[in-house]
């Protein structure tokens, strides 16, 4: 993503920020957040030691140490700040991470590629009648939490589509999120600028074999429990579980914005087609 600061053309805000603080002789303001493990906190304490550091709410950059998980919980818990996230990989996979090094962070950061992301919005309601909304960066999923097969119900901008959809789940994946637990569920990997969603069943028992559907953004999706006392049913939104669900709507929230920042030729959308030919 591009855009103008001072007159010029610009890849990414940090960019911008660099630029401008370099005129003034001021360096880049960077908020080093990391995960418990201790090769993050090892990792934070030599940046810190580096480069500085300032309170998030400060920081023209938030760099985030740890694994995918960690970055999940960074975004979430910075996304009413303007400034955006670079992840450094501590963790295991790092999809949405960055190759770790100590030098030339300034460079990196300033030629750094952005990508927006908008989250999933979870509505709930659980069998005792109580509400439960959360947001949700890669999925929301629905789980049986019992020995039987869940049977689901699956409304699409108020038309039934699916009447009875026996299984162990079905989640609703973006595209950010669609090579996690999504992938693994054999569903689709979705370029990051397609506006469409992944509804995927996981171990699907009748229709026999049902993958899902493509949806696009704007779908409105609401899955209800068929017989939820028999067969419980769980939600998950990014770790954020809610137990005996009696319906679940899931719908994109295009007024949140998520920034992530990756090194040039490793962003999202390269790491997306890549990942299909492994």
């Known amino acids: ?41 090892t990792a934070r304490g030599a940046l810190v030691t580096r480069y500085g550091n300032v309170s998030e709410d400060e920081a023209d950059v938030i760099v985030a ?15 009413h700040l303007p400034a955006p996230v670079y992840g450094m990989n501590r963790g295991t996979v790092g999809f949405l991470m960055n190759e770790y090094s100590e030098t030339d962070l300034f460079d990196r950061l300033a030629a750094a590629e952005e990508a927006v992301i908008n989250p999933l919005k979870m509505k709930a309601q659980t069998i005792d009648g109580k509400m439960h909304d959360a947001l949700a960066i890669n999925e929301v999923s629905l789980l049986r939490a019992g020995p039987q097969a869940a049977k689901l119900r699956i409304t699409i901008d108020g038309h039934l589509r699916l009447e009875e959809l026996v299984c162990d789940g079905a989640l609703v994946s973006t595209p950010a999120g669609s090579t996690a637990y999504n992938y693994s569920a054999h569903g689709p990997i979705l370029p990051i600028g397609s506006d469409v969603l992944a509804l995927t069943a996981v171990a699907a028992f009748r229709p026999r074999r049902w993958r899902g559907a493509l949806l696009p953004k704007s779908a409105h999706v609401r899955f209800d429990v068929i017989n939820p006392g028999k067969r419980p049913v769980m939600a998950d939104a990014d770790s954020i579980w809610v137990e005996n669900v009696l319906w679940v709507e899931i719908q994109s929230e295009p007024s949140i914005e998520h920034r992530l920042l990756f090194d040039p030729g490793h962003g999202l959308e390269e790491r997306l087609l890549r990942e299909q030919f492994v």
């Not at 960019?15 to 418990?36: G, H, Q, Y």
Request: with cysteine.
């Open 1 to 41: 993503m591009t855009g103008t600061c001072g007159g010029f053309m610009f890849r990414s805000a940090p960019e911008c920020a660099l630029w401008k603080r370099n005129s003034s002789a001021m360096p880049l303001k960077i908020a080093f957040v990391a995960s418990d493990a201790p090769s993050s906190q």
């Open 65 to 79: 140490l740890g694994g995918d998980g960690f970055m999940l919980q960074t975004l979430h818990g910075t996304q």
